[in-house]
C-alpha cells in the first residue's frame, strides 16, 4: 500500500485517474479516504486525484501529537510536494474542509481553489464553540467512547448498512486523536483563515443554519460559492453524490477552469 514518509510520519494515499487539474480529497474527523469514494470513482475517468489518510486515521501513522488543523495543514503541503501534486483543486468533508481553508490560507500558491464540502464550524458562534468545548471534556473523560458513538449515531443518515459503516470506521480511530483534534479545531481561527484564502471557493451545505451561514461568511470571502443538497445530512457526499458530484462539477468548469482557458 503506498505510503509518504517523513521523519517519523508514514500517511497512506491513494491515486487514481490522470488529467488537470488534480483534485485532493480530504476526509473528515475520524473517518479515512474511502468517505470520498463515489467523488474519486467519478473524477478519476478525467483528472489525477489523491485521497489521504490523516494523520491518526485509517492506515497513516497515529503520532501523539499534531492534530491541530495549522499542522493537518502542514501535512497536506508536505504530501503535495512529496507526490508532486501541483496546483490541486483541495476538496475537504467536515474537518477535511477546515483543514484545506487553513492549506489556503498558509499557502496562499499551493491550492487551484478548494471545494469545502459541509465544513465544521468556520466562524464559530459562541453557543457552537460551547457545544464543541464541551464535547471534548467528554471524549477526555470515562464515558469518552460512550460520547463519541452517541455524537456519531446522531448523524441522519438515511441507509442503514452506510449508517453502520460510518459510525464502525469513525469510532475505530483512536479515542485520544478524537479528543485531540475536536479540542484543537475549538482554538483554530477559522475566520482569520476563511478572509486569507484567495482562491476560488464553493461552500457545500447540507442544510441551513448554524455557524456556517452565508450571511455569516460572506462577509469574511464576498467571493463565496454555496450550494445546498436536499433530503441528506452531513455524509451527502455518501448519501446523494447524485447531487453533490455535479455541483463539484460544475464549480470545477465554470469558476476554476474556463476562466483560465
Not at 74 to 83: F, I, K, P, S, T
Not at 108 to 119: G, Q, V
Request: charged share 20%; net charge negative.
Amino acid at each position: 500500500m503506498p505510503h509518504a514518509s517523513r521523519n517519523d510520519l508514514s500517511l497512506f494515499y491513494v491515486q487514481e485517474g490522470s488529467g488537470e487539474p488534480s483534485l485532493l480529497f480530504v476526509h473528515g474527523w475520524c473517518c479515512d479516504h474511502t468517505f470520498f469514494q463515489p467523488q474519486l470513482d467519478h473524477f478519476a475517468s478525467t483528472h489525477a486525484v489523491t485521497a489521504l489518510d490523516l494523520r491518526g486515521c485509517g492506515d497513516s501513522d497515529r503520532p501523539e501529537e499534531g492534530y491541530d488543523i495549522p499542522t493537518l495543514a502542514d501535512d497536506l503541503a508536505w504530501l503535495c510536494g512529496e507526490l508532486g501534486i501541483s496546483k490541486p483543486i483541495v476538496v475537504g468533508h467536515s474537518l477535511g474542509a477546515m483543514i484545506a481553508i487553513e492549506l489556503g490560507a498558509r499557502y496562499p500558491e499551493l491550492p487551484l481553489a478548494i471545494i469545502a464540502d459541509d465544513p465544521g464550524p468556520i466562524h464559530p458562534l459562541p453557543e457552537t464553540r460551547a457545544i464543541y468545548e464541551g464535547f471534548a471534556d467528554e471524549l477526555a473523560g470515562p464515558g469518552g467512547e460512550a460520547a463519541r458513538r452517541a455524537w456519531v449515531e446522531a448523524e441522519e443518515v438515511g441507509d442503514a448498512a452506510l449508517k453502520r459503516r460510518i459510525v464502525e470506521t469513525m469510532c475505530s480511530a483512536p479515542l485520544d486523536v478524537a479528543e485531540a483534534v475536536i479540542r484543537a479545531s475549538t482554538l483554530w481561527n477559522g475566520s482569520a483563515a476563511l478572509a486569507a484564502c484567495k482562491v476560488p471557493l464553493l461552500l457545500l451545505r447540507s442544510g441551513t443554519g448554524g455557524s456556517n451561514e452565508p450571511a455569516r461568511l460572506l462577509p469574511l470571502k464576498p467571493d463565496l460559492h454555496v450550494g445546498v443538497t436536499v433530503g441528506a445530512g452531513h455524509f451527502h457526499q455518501l448519501e446523494v453524490p447524485e447531487q453533490v458530484t455535479p455541483m463539484m462539477e460544475r464549480f470545477i468548469e465554470v469558476v476554476v477552469t474556463r476562466p483560465h482557458g
